[in-house]
Nanobody
Framework: QVQLVESGGGLVQPGGSLRLSCAAS????????MGWFRQAPGKERVFVAA????????YYADSVKGRFTISRDNANNTVYLQMNSLKPEDTAVYYC?????????????????WGQGTQVTVSS
């Protein structure tokens, strides 16, 4: 059973930084793609970033390119999302996702497994 547990959310001022973590367990993730999505109040869940675990190749939504960085730690089976230069419009619940394919797709229904989410609030 795949389990994904997010942490690291919180309240931060505009221009600040946060690092989200996603601890993955229950599988060997070397053949997986891992992703981050976010959902703002009253809006649909949208793609943020993804990484193919074995290759390390990454993909970002245009809205976060140059500000966010996704990475993975093989030893700890953890995926990170480093978020810099945060803006109020980045406020959302952030979800970690996993898919047992070495491919990236931005569609929500491509991803098989989800974490419970962590709240990120960007406000002064």
């Amino acid at each position: 059973q795949v389990q994904l547990v997010e942490s690291g959310g919180g309240l931060v001022q505009p221009g600040g930084s946060l690092r989200l973590s996603c601890a993955a367990s229950g599988r060997t993730f070397s053949n997986y793609a891992m992703g981050w999505f976010r959902q703002a109040p009253g809006k649909e869940r949208v793609f943020v970033a993804a990484i193919i675990w074995s290759y390390g190749s990454t993909y970002y939504a245009d809205s976060v390119k140059g500000r966010f960085t996704i990475s993975r730690d093989n030893a700890n089976n953890t995926v990170y999302l480093q978020m810099n230069s945060l803006k109020p419009e980045d406020t959302a619940v952030y979800y970690c996702a996993a898919n047992p394919r070495k491919a990236i797709n931005t569609a929500v229904n491509f991803w098989n497994y989800w974490g419970q989410g962590t709240q990120v609030t960007v406000s002064s």
